[in-house]
């Protein structure tokens, strides 16, 4: 299971040794055979009309007008067969626009990748180690001999492992299945596509539980890709081979009821509920390990990664201090990369790590923006008056979500950099910076930026989030002043899952909850909803909350947030359940009050009337 490879399995690379083809000279032939077999058909039909009308003109056979016809009608059924082929090759290739081949890709130094690529499960280079059971648990489940239910939850805290075993279940499964990670929320065809594979499925939904998909018009992961994807699984033909759907989340239960919520009561559900209801969960704790096995762990890993780096020093030690007792593999992992990439001893402490780690991926940022090129921009704008704008607009495009240009465009130019400008060349200079941001992530295709995060793993992104917004609190007000709903509920997310993993980051989620748009209170508290730990990031919204001016809270408890409270079980919301009911119970009285007086009035009206 160790090791870097550049093969993956037969079939799941996109390009693999099963491609079928392009299809492009397919439909040029079924062109070809339709137009030439309808020139046949036309032309027999004109000669039997011309040989009985005017015999004198074409003396030619039966046989002859029959053969044309026949050669025709051949022609066109031959464009109807390509058709269906050709069809069928478009959903056997859509898996790879949908599935992610987990087959591990080798890091070249040369392309300049960054040290957070080696740390994420698809890429890393530490062999797969101390999860042998649970593996052995989810293939035995694959193959339905463990459990015949198709739907799995595996959950478990962040940094435990659970992405690298569901990929590491997906690479087991060899080329007799067809595995990987879902990239994006196409459910109605994704089951044909594996049907016509012919081949059993295993389809990973990781981070299942996040709000953060803003390529649709939904405002969470759970609405447009989980239940989506289990309606459909519900609906999918019968006759084809088994597909098991693993789900990758923090808290299995809270899970289940944000999806019950999603569904609603309707009757046609119930099926849909029943696939999440009934599923098994896999819950992951960080392995047991001795002293001399976290020493082992590390010297492996540091091994592993001082292989890969090209640039790392000469005299990196082989061995080191490993991490304490209750810190996660990542962190063992994070702390291994650090010698690897230092020479030296590696801090304990993840604060410190994540420190080192991004001092050499601001590096890699501003390498990149100095050299950054592109069809009508010959140099990035701005950047030797403002050294810091690289990791600003990673900063922007964290927030905002990587995947739509316009929207980040909007949002970076807000960057102190920016200013003074002109609304046309304030975009001109954006748009160059969102370029080369989404280039320096490795492309621009849907399926290429959905397949990893921009900082990953997520703690590190959590960290990088806390500490940058903690640093400039004027720059925070600026980037959450230009979020739309849909990228204020991302924001929110984002926010609520950086303060359930540092504390410190509770005080950037109340300012932005405190702040103007009702929106953002009302992404807060979605996005709580899923937390394996909502009691740390619930009484930062309940703040932020307090907080808002009596006019804007007003129109956000009349908003949907309070119908979204008044359902959610208050033991995950407690305090913010208590503002949103106090103020509810406020504006109630203030109403009855306000209909009291009127009704007064009234009656005072009428004696003076009567006078």
């Known amino acids: 299971m160790g090791g870097v490879s550049g093969v993956g399995r037969r079939g799941t690379g996109r390009g693999g040794w099963d491609d079928p083809g392009a299809g492009k000279g397919l439909r040029i032939a079924a062109g070809v055979a339709m137009w030439g077999g309808l020139a046949c058909v036309l032309a027999g039909v004109a000669g039997f009309f011309v040989r009985e009308s005017r015999p004198r003109v074409w003396h030619g056979s039966w046989w002859q007008i029959g053969g044309l016809i026949a050669v025709g009608l051949a022609g066109i059924m031959v464009d109807e067969g390509i058709g269906r082929h050709v ?128 390529d649709s018009h939904m405002h969470s992961r759970v609405r447009a890709d989980v239940v989506p994807l289990l309606d459909a699984f519900r609906r999918r033909p019968q006759d ?98 650090v ?122 992104t959590n960290w990088f989030l806390t500490t940058r917004l903690r640093a400039e609190p004027e720059l925070f007000d600026r980037l959450q002043s230009g979020l739309t709903m849909r990228r204020a509920e991302h924001a929110a997310a984002l926010l609520c899952r950086a303060c359930e993993d540092f504390p410190e980051a509770g005080e950037n989620l109340r300012r932005f909850v405190a702040a103007a748009p009702p929106g953002h209170g009302y992404g807060a508290l979605r996005a709580a909803l899923t937390l394996a730990h909502p009691e740390r990031v619930d009484p930062w919204i309940a703040e932020g909350l307090r907080k808002l001016e009596p006019e804007i809270r007003t129109a956000f408890t009349n908003s949907a947030v309070y119908g979204l409270a008044r359902v959610t079980d208050p033991e995950l919301l407690p305090r913010s359940f208590a503002v949103l009911a106090g103020t509810y119970q406020q504006l109630k009285r203030a109403e009855a009050k306000k209909e009291r007086r009127r009704k007064w009035d009234q009656r005072w009206q009428a004696l003076l009337k009567r006078a």
Not at 145 to 166: C, N, T
Request: proline content about 7%.
């Open 87 to 214: 069809r069928r090759i478009e959903r056997f290739l859509a898996y790879r626009t949908m599935l992610e081949n987990p087959g591990r890709t080798s890091v070249h130094p040369d392309a300049d990748p960054g040290v957070f690529r080696l740390l994420s499960p698809l890429h890393s280079p530490v062999p797969f180690r101390d999860r042998e059971d649970e593996l052995a648990r989810l293939r035995a489940w694959c193959d339905g001999e463990a459990d015949p239910h198709p739907v799995l939850l595996l959950a478990g805290a962040g940094g435990v492992g659970k992405s690298r075993l569901a990929l590491e279940l997906a690479r087991a499964l060899g080329e007799d299945w067809t595995a990987g990670r879902l990239l994006s929320a196409h459910t109605h065809t994704v089951f044909r596509a594996l049907r016509d594979r012919g081949r059993p499925a295993l389809v990973v939904v990781d981070d299942a539980d996040i709000c953060s998909d803003l």
């Open 240 to 337: 084809g081979p088994p597909v098991r759907l693993l789900f990758v989340v923090r808290h299995a239960e809270r899970f289940r009821a944000v999806v019950s919520e999603e569904l609603g009561q309707d009757h046609r559900s119930r099926d849909t509920r029943y696939l999440i209801d009934e599923a098994s969960v896999l819950d992951l704790a960080p392995p047991v390990l001795d002293r001399a096995a976290r020493a082992e762990r590390h010297a492996q890993a540091l091994a592993a990664f001082t292989a890969v780096l090209g640039d790392a020093p000469a005299d990196a030690p082989r061995a080191a201090a490993p991490a304490p007792d209750g810190q996660t593999l990542l962190d063992l992992h994070a702390q291994a990369l």
């Open 339 to 460: 010698t690897a990439l230092t020479g030296g001893p590696a801090p304990h402490a993840f604060e410190d790590i994540a420190a080192v780690l991004f001092e050499r991926e601001r590096d890699r940022w501003r390498r990149g923006a100095a050299s950054f090129t592109a069809p009508g921009v010959a140099a990035l704008p701005g950047l030797s008056d403002h050294p810091e704008l690289p990791e600003r607009v990673m900063l922007a495009m964290l927030l905002n979500s990587h995947r739509e240009y316009v929207a980040a465009t909007h949002l970076v130019e807000r960057l102190p950099g920016f200013e003074g400008l002109d609304r046309d060349r304030a975009w001109t200079e954006t748009y160059a910076w969102v370029r080369w941001a989404l280039a320096l992530h490795g492309g621009t295709r849907t399926a290429e930026r959905m397949a990893e995060p921009w900082i990953g793993p997520e703690r590190f």
